[in-house]
């Protein structure tokens, strides 16, 4: 064989590598754009979260700047899609005041929602002995004097889509809700134990992906 029929050969191959690789690529694509095109026609929307109640079991102050927390809150989550379900892979539930986290992390155990499935959660939450900084210490007790605390019940979790067979990615999701606590009177509350106190909320919260 001269050296003329391996360089024929030779270009022959690398004309033949270079198809399948531009058909791969092609294949690729066409995969890609049929995902975002369904993707874009089910309009996927977040789920969305409610906090229904919060119930307290101990919210106290003491020196020097250390608060000692409990409570049940009871959250609802709905997904409002059609033909898109959501899997809840990871969710942490805790409540902050002032930017400052004031009780440990309450894992929600991992679970799938179906099509305008509706879920409600009841962890609780709770710290005992947490530092607070002396700024939100002082602002800690001057809410008390006036009645209304304002907490933030946040869940900060990972979530995934699924539209047919098709399962997304995780996505970053993260879930903020005020939570109006009026200490100052026993008659905003319900009486559910010696020194718990169950506070209607109902207050709608942010979702953010």
């Known amino acids: 064989m001269s050296s003329k029929d391996c360089g024929s050969h030779g270009h022959r191959r690398r004309k033949l590598f270079r198809r399948i690789f ?3 690529l092609i294949f690729l694509l066409v995969v890609l754009i049929i995902i975002l095109l369904v993707w874009a026609i089910l309009r996927p929307s977040k789920p969305k979260f409610i906090l229904q109640d919060a119930t307290v079991y101990a919210f106290n102050v003491s ?18 899609n059609d033909k898109i379900g959501i899997y809840y ?15 440990l992390r309450t894992s929600i155990p991992t679970s799938y929602q179906g099509h305008n499935e509706i879920d409600v959660w009841s962890p609780f939450v ?3 002995a947490v530092p607070v900084s002396p700024y939100n210490s ?3 007790g001057q809410d008390q004097a006036i009645g209304t605390v304002l907490l933030l019940i946040k869940i900060d ?8 067979s098709f399962i997304t990615g995780k996505y970053h999701l993260n879930v903020r809700c005020p939570a109006y606590i009026q200490f100052g009177s026993r008659t ?3 009486i559910v134990g ?9 207050t709608r919260c942010s979702v953010s992906l």
């Open 22 to 24: 531009a058909g791969i």
């Open 126 to 128: 709770y710290g005992t």
């Open 63 to 80: 020196s020097p700047n250390l608060l000692t927390s409990n409570f049940q809150v009871t959250l609802s989550s709905r997904n409002p």
């Open 157 to 164: 979790g990972r979530v995934r889509f699924k539209v047919g």
């Open 138 to 140: 002082i602002a800690l």
């Open 89 to 103: 892979d990871k969710l942490d539930v805790y409540a902050t005041y002032r930017n400052q986290q004031i009780t």
């Open 188 to 190: 905003s509350g319900i």
């Open 194 to 202: 010696e020194n718990a106190i169950k506070y209607q909320l109902v």
